[in-house]
């Protein structure tokens, strides 16, 4: 792939895929952008924004017909408290695979965007590698059916397509950065936080989530991640785990936010402590192994502790300027 090269990027309105298409766009490359939702205005510049779904015959004609050099797909139903059935299914994991089909006719390369959540609970707390995702002593599996489609995909992917189609699965763990507040209550529990303790003071937590941990990884270190993926000239087909490969404890994020709301106000920040209503189905530690992407991409974007506490202050200082303006 090469600067001006055509770019298909769906689920373009979508939080990280909005800063995939500013990542492409920044790059120089041609990007077209499909999503059900509007185009962002401050992104209409930076692609050919078409309002749709991403298996609409005539996308998928495109497709294969060899239109796009790269396809990243961003596209999908994040809720994880989505019902198991027929439309997930589609959504998720059938409808994906028709595009994999469609990016082998037409020779492009695929990008998609799979989940951590695929390992579930984590038996050692320790980071996990791509290939454990089936065993049951290292992890248990989905805790819920959006992680089950995710799974479901990437097993499909590695059965159909394990030769004759350039494709990368990415287990994004924790994203989170600027733009992410309108994916509610799906949004990163840091992001979530720290919007809580800027325009409240207060913070709710689980009772029993201040010892989990999670690996957090910032929005643009994705993308840039996902662009020099594109790129680069050969990346063995497989599933990549795409995290910081450390984590951070709801009890440091407690204190984080603590420390940012008294150095910005003078006052105690509260935390309320709340029962838990899917403690069976709550990730109390994720934390990915990320060995796999360091050999396929040398020199790929990392993140540290200190980084994500950096970008978190950022986005603290953020969330005060817009809820004093």
């Given at each position: 792939m090469t600067p001006g090269s055509t770019v298909l990027v769906t689920g373009a309105a979508g939080f990280i895929g909005r800063h995939t298409v500013s990542a492409f766009h920044t790059a120089g490359h041609q990007v077209t952008a499909i999503d059900l939702r509007p185009a962002p205005p401050h992104l209409a510049h930076a692609a050919r924004w078409h309002r749709g779904d991403f298996t609409a015959p005539d996308l998928l004609a495109e497709v294969a017909a060899g239109r796009y050099a790269t396809v990243i797909h961003q596209a999908g139903n994040s809720d994880t408290r989505a019902p198991a059935g027929p439309d997930l299914d589609e959504t998720n994991t059938l409808g994906p695979l028709r595009l994999a089909e469609a990016c082998r006719t037409g020779g492009a390369r695929l990008i998609y965007a799979s989940s951590h959540s695929v390992y579930g609970t984590l038996h050692h707390r320790t980071?996990?590698?791509?290939?454990?995702?089936?065993?049951?002593?290292?992890?248990?599996g989905p805790l819920n059916p959006y992680s089950a489609s995710k799974l479901a995909l990437d097993q499909q992917m590695r059965t159909r397509h394990a030769t004759g189609l350039a494709w990368a699965g990415l287990r994004y763990t924790n994203v989170f950065g600027p733009d992410e507040t309108d994916k509610g209550p799906m949004a990163s529990i840091l992001t979530q936080l720290l919007r809580q303790a800027a325009r409240t003071g207060t913070v709710r937590v689980f009772e029993d989530s201040l010892t989990a941990a999670r690996d957090y990884?910032?929005?643009?270190t994705v993308t840039t991640t996902i662009v020099?993926?594109?790129?680069?000239?050969?990346?063995?087909?497989?599933?990549?785990?795409v995290g910081a490969g450390t984590t951070v404890s709801f009890a440091d994020l407690a204190q984080w936010c603590a420390r940012l709301h008294r150095a910005a106000t003078g006052r105690n920040l509260r935390i309320d402590l709340a029962p838990n209503p899917v403690s069976a189905a709550y990730q109390y530690f994720t934390c990915a192994d990320m060995t796999?992407?360091?050999?396929?991409?040398?020199g790929r974007p990392t993140t540290s502790a200190q980084s994500i506490e950096t970008r978190a202050t950022e986005l603290f200082r953020a969330f005060r300027a817009t809820s004093t303006a």
């Open positions: 980071p996990i590698t791509e290939d454990a995702d089936t065993d049951r002593t290292r992890c248990s990884i910032a929005v643009e020099q993926l594109a790129a680069a000239p050969a990346v063995p087909t497989a599933v990549y785990n796999t992407l360091d050999k396929a991409l040398p």
